[in-house]
């Protein structure tokens, strides 16, 4: 199975911050890396796929980065509903697997 | 828009049996694939088990393989997972997932709302 390395695990941040979060493959996935933001209680959304891509619908201060490997989500002018826990994803090759998931905090 | 509702979960014993359901309704159900992921309490995501859209295909998490089957419906727009020989293990939420593709990437971008399954004594 691809292993999903995500870091940071948890993070503080304020409103207005940037923050990035960071996943490594354990082998090429292309750019087959998705983004999920998911909210105590609820199930994940969907905020970016095929690395680069917006979904439809979420705010343009998201935004997602490739090189090789290694994958970033960043958030600029972090907003009070930012604070959620994320995970990173990759379909390449099943099974799809998921990074462990960085809690952003206040 | 695309909605799914789940139902089923509940507490059951080791070893017993529960099937969960996933009702789709607002786009064309049997031109997807469906997957469930699952959830343990305080823990990350896991996927369980994906159907293609006319059920020839299934494919398995290796954790769940031979306990658990993955059907669906396509006349009822309904997704099922039935899972047997349950353990404390399997203790999790489980959603329902819409899998599309796009640009080359697969991703899931409609859940359900999921479903507690608590398996203990």
């Known amino acids: 199975d691809i292993q999903m390395t995500q870091s940071p695990s948890s993070l503080s941040a304020s409103v207005g911050d940037i923050i990035t979060i960071s996943c490594r493959a354990s082998?090429?996935?292309?750019?087959?890396l998705n983004w999920y933001q998911q909210k105590q209680g609820n199930p994940p959304k969907l905020l970016i796929y095929?690395?680069?891509t917006l979904q439809s619908g979420v705010p343009s201060r998201f935004s997602g980065s490739a090189s090789g490997t290694d994958f970033t989500l960043t958030i600029n002018s972090l907003q009070p509903e930012d604070f959620a826990t994320y995970y990173c994803?990759?379909?390449?090759?099943?099974?799809?697997?998921f990074g462990v998931g960085t809690k952003v905090e206040i | 828009e695309a909605q799914l509702v789940q139902s089923g979960g509940g507490l059951v014993r080791p070893g017993e049996s529960l099937r969960l359901s996933c009702s789709a309704s607002?786009?064309?159900?049997?031109?997807?694939?469906m997957s469930w992921v699952r959830q343990a309490p305080g823990k990350g995501l896991e996927w369980v088990s994906s159907?293609?859209?006319?059920?020839?295909?299934?494919f398995y998490a290796d954790s769940v393989k031979g306990r658990f089957t993955i059907s669906r419906d396509n006349s009822k727009i309904a997704l099922f997972l039935q899972m047997n020989s349950l353990t404390a293990d399997d203790t999790a939420v489980y959603f329902c997932?819409?899998?599309?593709?796009?640009?080359?990437?697969?991703?899931?971008?409609?859940w359900g709302q999921g479903a507690l399954v608590v398996v203990s004594s």
């Open positions: 997932a819409r899998r599309s593709y796009s640009r080359g990437c697969i991703f899931f971008d409609y």
């Open positions: 607002g786009f064309n159900f049997g031109s997807y694939k």
């Open positions: 159907i293609t859209e006319s059920a020839v295909s299934t």
């Open positions: 082998r090429s996935i292309s750019d087959s």
């Open positions: 095929a690395a680069s």
């Open positions: 994803e990759q379909t390449f090759r099943t099974p799809p697997t």
